[in-house]
C-alpha cells in the first residue's frame, strides 16, 4: 500500500520505519525537509522522501502525524489532496507550553478525533491509530511483533467501516494486533 507520513518527526519515523520495513512504499514529508530526507534514509524499505503536497497526492492512506493543534495548518495546506482520502490520526490533545507538555481542552464535548474530523471536513476518512504509545515504545513494540515476539493491542477507531478495514493491515504489518474500538465518539 502506498502510506504517507505528513510529519515525520518523534512519531512519524518510526511509524513509517515500521510501514516501510513490513513492504509498504512510503513518502515521507514534513514542514522541515531534512527531517523527511533523515526519516527515508533510515527506513529499511521502500521509501522516499518529498514535500507534504507531494506525500498527500501519493497516498493511498495519509498519516497526520502532526500535533494536535497543527490539524487546521495542515487542512489549510493540503484540504482538497485529502478529499476522499483515508486519513490516520495518531495526535493526542496535547501542545507544548514553555517547554511542558499540557492537555488541550477539546471543544464542545467532542472526542479528539471527532473534532478533528470536523477541521478535516466529512470528505475525509479518519481513523484514530497509533495513538496510544509513546513514540519509542511504538517502535520497540513494533519491531518486537514483527520479528515473532509478542504482538502489543494497537486500538482503531473510525466511523467509516472500510476505512477501518483498509487500516487494519497496516496496524498488523506494523507489528501489532489490532484492536477495533468503535466509532470516533469512544475513542481515546
Known sequence: MRVAIV???RLGAPLGRLLAVAG???????????RAVAAARAADGPARDGSPIEAAR??????LAVGWEAFPLVMAELGAALTGKIVIDPSNPIA???GAAVVVAVPGGLTSPQYQQRVLGADVRLVRTFNTKYPNELLELGIAGQ??????DMPYWGDDDE???AVVPLIEDGG???IDGGGLSEAL
Open 7 to 9: 510529519g515525520s518527526g
Open 24 to 34: 509498504h512504499d512510503v513518502l515521507f514529508s514534513d514542514a522541515e525537509p531534512e
Open 176 to 178: 501489532f494486533t489490532a
Open 163 to 165: 476505512a477501518k478495514k
Open 147 to 152: 520479528r515473532g515476539g509478542a504482538r502489543a
Open 96 to 98: 507544548e507550553r514553555d
Open 58 to 63: 501519493f497516498g493511498e492512506v495519509v498519516v
